[in-house]
């Protein structure tokens, strides 16, 4: 006969049930077998793997270290800040502007992750982590974060429930892209000692795969058309074998830990990723750790981290780890140099002093030369010129990393290259001898991009092209032009093609192109740059224009950008004049040029104070002016925005700040405003967004009915939401918007004191009430039984579902609903605890006619079955044992009399139950039994 679907379903489900025993088995075994048999090649193989990976990660080179000189990772590793959390999506912004929305929330309280934590599972999550993707600027500090990671496992100090660890670099795989391996081959490939130990097959150990770099990929990684595969030990192109091992077809019991930038973050599929974080860089107590481990001189420390903060842009780019390094370096060298000099201030001074530092190491540690001969050889300049070429025509291309030919076609020696470690790191692997491609790249694109803007520079000078012009001139009178350049016409270029940028891809690119003009910053380099630079004419030409650009409506960051390249060009005439203004208090908003409000922006944005707490009543309560002050918004974490004259326009900007990735935004008060539902639904999509972080809402008095009430709750209703506050205070939510907003809200006994006092008030007008699903408990219930009291109160219907309510709460609430005055009908207390008592006075206060519905049930774990029954006596409503175990009293089909429990009462196989009764007059005529019982034994009906 065949088999019924339940027979199959239970067979089914002890197939999956030994299945997943036999992996559990087949793991417990692997971890046996490596410490009964030591004397197999697995141990020996993990043992020489962690010898080689401890080898190749304990020390680190620090750019230019001297010859055969490396740190210990140890002993200079500084803990990052890890967060948790974000889309695995792409951030189109300029990565500066990333690091500088990072700094603003570094010092907020998120949930950190520590490097070996990276695999296990937060609390509350029961599902294995098996890929993580963490994102991170260039230079924050990824690769090192897996070096780490490998040393920590190699040296028995973490995550030694993991077999073997395989990490891997995107760097190293590209140049695999023409060749064909099986997964036990590519491992054996970079990993020789799982060949030596004949090892072909990973599926009963607990493996982790690294692979660092996604952004570098140049694999066609297609997770839709890729064909899959199952088999480690089938050949095929790399390609294939990385895309089948992050969707989990190919070893699905490994780990997987995937590194990127933020632009690369989209290439792998969101249901490929267990877990996304983010490397966050350096904390401001983070940045301080690295410079006290880093000079060990408390002095000079204190002077070089004193430096940093006086310099906002430094400060703020600080926060990758690899710019700490430059720093450190420089400012080390400045203050240890006979000739002294000023701490350079702005990123411009700062990677020329890098330029200089690393020029005088080729003099004298390769060149042979002494400390005091000029740094700028013929050789040197030739090598800056072809670094600056390959920076300039790579960045236009969107190139990060480059290969030999890139390299060789801007006339870079290969083996004068490694001299200038500082500038180039080369990433390959000499000993595989299957392949020969070296890898190189710019140790932080900022340094390309000041690279660049030197080489567009010194073209100028010398020849009087313009690289950034898209075809070049050949009139007369251009040629006329490039014998006598003026700097002025390639600063005017190239303002205009940055404020083209819709992502700000080339706001670095001008400041440095900028600062390189200034005498001050041309005498650094005097000997490599041609000195027919730019006359302070010329430089007035450029702050005119910038000043006139600012005078046209470009958006915040397009205006704030050029502030940055008035800093540039030692300009601060505007920014003075509102400052003088602020200190005055004469600021006069109604006056302001749109010059002088990005000012005013460019201000607020660079001071700490102000972006903690921002008032628009200090500058102006209009709306005109937020619109105008909106960037300040976003970066600040509380801004104060009541009595402003706000309508619906400005909850559609606030909307786009609060769902801004890079937003700030905790405290929101919007009191006293006609913002209207209309408002409040186009604010309640910001709050949707999974990118807001607004944890207080006022919307006091702002005009607010059920509609708005309605866009509310479902906007904070969602799970990424961190809304902690919300006051709708003086609006109209209406019955049914109260009751959408109270439900399942987290409210306290604190709640109920407020809500008591709003019942017994004469002027109240709440006739329904939704507590469900908070944690009021019976203290909480006493204090909502007070306002119930009340001769006042109006309340009908009154819902405590799931609020951890007992027999203490019970009694409250029986005294208080009994009263002459209540004008309670129904009552909710499911899912809570009210024990015998409790029913037993809840069911009398019913039976009275005291309360005339009521729904309440002792255990939501046991209310499985319904049932609804029409009848004209009640004759199932029955008193079970309830939590005592014992039953006092049982009623009677006619429910007429309530008679001892003397007589058998029905079979029931739970002593708890849930009991609802409808009551029109003085007899039920509905009854819902929520219970679970057995079949009745034979015989009985």
């Known amino acids: 006969a065949p088999s019924s679907p339940q027979r199959t379903d239970t067979t089914t489900a002890s197939l999956q049930t030994l299945h997943r025993s036999d992996n559990i088995i087949c793991k417990k075994h692997s971890t046996l077998y490596f410490f009964l048999f030591p004397g197999t090649s697995a141990p020996i193989c993990q043992q020489k793997l962690k010898y080689g990976l401890k080898k190749r990660f304990q020390c680190v080179f620090e750019g230019v270290s001297k010859a055969g000189e490396s740190t210990f990772l140890n002993q200079i590793y500084t803990e990052l800040h890890i967060t948790e959390g974000g889309a695995a999506e792409v951030n189109e912004e300029h990565e500066v502007r990333q690091i500088e929305a990072a700094s603003r929330t570094a010092d907020r309280a998120e949930t950190s992750i520590r490097p070996g934590d990276i695999f296990k599972a937060s609390p509350g999550r029961s599902q294995p982590i098996r890929a993580v993707l963490t994102k991170g600027v260039a230079g924050i500090g990824k690769t090192v974060l897996t070096q780490k990671f490998t040393l920590d496992w190699a040296e028995d100090k973490d995550n030694q429930d993991i077999h073997f660890t395989f990490p891997f670099t995107f760097r190293e795989l590209n140049v695999l892209k023409e060749k064909k391996f099986s997964l036990v081959g590519l491992v054996r490939h970079f990993f020789t000692e799982t060949k030596e130990a004949g090892l072909c097959s990973f599926e009963n150990f607990q493996v982790v795969f690294i692979l660092d770099g996604l952004d570098e990929c140049r694999l066609p990684l297609d997770f839709q058309n890729t064909e899959f595969l199952t088999d480690v030990t089938e050949s095929t192109s790399v390609d294939v074998l990385l895309t089948n091992l992050i ?22 599929p969101a249901d490929c990723v267990d877990r996304v974080t983010e490397v966050r860089g350096f904390t401001d107590p983070q ?19 004193s430096h940093i903060k006086t310099s906002r842009s430094l400060h703020i780019m600080c926060h990758i780890p690899v710019f700490c390094w430059i720093t450190a370096t420089v400012l080390e060298k400045v203050l240890n140099s006979r000739e002294g000099g000023e701490l350079p201030k702005t990123l411009t001074q700062m990677y020329i002093h890098h330029l200089v530092v690393h020029a005088k190491v080729k003099t004298v540690k390769y060149g042979g030369g002494a400390a005091t001969e000029p740094h700028w050889s013929p050789e040197s300049r030739k090598m800056m010129e072809s670094l600056g070429k390959l920076a300039f025509e790579e960045l236009q291309k969107g190139n990060l990393i480059f290969y030999e030919p890139d390299l060789t076609e801007c006339g870079i020696d290969l083996r004068a290259a490694s001299v200038y470690s500082g500038m180039l790191t080369q990433i390959f692997r000499e000993e595989s001898g299957l392949y020969q491609d070296k890898v190189f790249c710019f140790i932080h694109l900022s340094l390309q991009e000041f690279l660049a803007a030197l080489h567009v520079h010194q073209t100028f000078i010398k020849s009087g092209i313009n690289l950034l012009e898209e075809q070049q001139e050949t009139s007369w009178w251009s040629k006329v032009l490039m014998k006598n350049p003026n700097l002025h016409r390639l600063h005017q270029r190239a303002v205009d093609e940055a404020l083209k940028s819709p992502n700000g891809h080339l706001d670095l690119f001008l400041h440095f192109l900028l600062g390189l003009s200034l005498p001050t910053n041309q005498s650094l380099l005097r000997g490599l740059l041609a000195q027919r630079g730019s006359s302070s004419q010329t430089n007035q030409k450029t702050v005119q224009y910038i000043k006139e650009k600012l005078s046209e409506s470009l958006s915040a960051e397009r205006s704030i950008n050029l502030f940055h390249c008035l800093n540039e060009l030692n300009d601060g005439s505007l920014v003075e004049e509102i400052q003088q203004s602020l200190r005055s208090g004469r600021l006069s908003t109604d006056e302001l040029s749109p010059a002088q409000w990005s000012a005013l922006v460019f201000i607020l944005l660079s001071s700490e104070e102000d972006l903690k707490e921002f008032d628009l009543k200090k500058y102006s309560a209009s709306e005109e002016a937020l619109l105008k002050l909106l960037p300040v918004v976003k970066a600040s974490s509380k801004a ?33 405003n006609q913002l209207q539902d209309s408002g409040v639904k186009l604010l309640s999509s910001g709050l949707e967004s999974p990118h807001c972080k607004l944890e207080a809402l006022s919307l006091s008095g702002c005009l607010v009915s059920e509609e708005g009430c309605a866009s509310l709750v479902s ?46 008030s004469q002027s109240s007008s709440l006739t329904h009430l939704d507590l469900s699903n908070n944690q009021l408990q019976d203290s909480g219930v006493k204090l909502l039984s007070s306002g119930l009291e009340s001769p006042h109160c109006k309340l009908e219907a009154l819902s405590l579902s799931g609020c951890l309510v ?13 009263s002459k005055s209540s004008h309670l009908r129904e009552l909710d207390l499911s899912y809570n605890h009210p024990g015998a008592s409790g029913v037993e006075k809840l069911f009398a206060a019913v039976w009275t006619g005291e309360i005339k519905s009521t729904t309440f049930c002792s255990s939501p774990a046991i209310c499985r079955a319904a049932v609804k029954i029409s009848v004209e006596h009640c004759s199932f409503l029955i008193f079970p044992p309830l939590l005592s175990g014992k039953s006092n009293h049982k009623v009677t089909s006619n429910v007429s009399t309530v008679s001892p429990a003397g007589e058998q009462q029905p079979h029931i196989i739970h002593s708890l139950c849930c009991v609802m009764v409808t009551c029109q007059s003085s007899a039920p005529d509905c009854v819902w039994v929520e219970k679970q019982w057995s079949l009745p034994e034979s015989g009985e009906r």
């Open 247 to 268: 969707r989990g077809k190919l070893l699905p019991s490994a780990r997987l830990w995937i590194t990127t930038r933020p632009a690369a973050a989209n290439q792998i």
């Open 715 to 760: 906007a904070v209703s969602s799970k990424s939401s961190h809304l902690r506050e919300l006051d709708l205070s003086y609006n109209h939510p209406g019955d049914s918007g109260v009751e959408k907003l109270l439900s399942s809200c987290g409210l306290s006994e604190r709640s109920c004191g407020a809500l008591s006092s709003v019942l017994s």
């Open 640 to 672: 104060l925005l009541s009595s402003c004259g706000l309508s619906e326009r400005s909850c559609g900007a606030l909307s786009s700040v609060l769902s801004s990735q890079s937003s700030s935004l905790t405290h929101l008060d919007l009191s006293n």
């Open 287 to 305: 940045k301080e750790e690295y410079f006290r481990r880093r000079f060990r001189e408390e002095e000079q420390a204190s002077r070089i981290i």
């Open 806 to 818: 007992s027999e203490e709460g019970c009694a409250s609430l029986v005294s208080a609903v009994s």
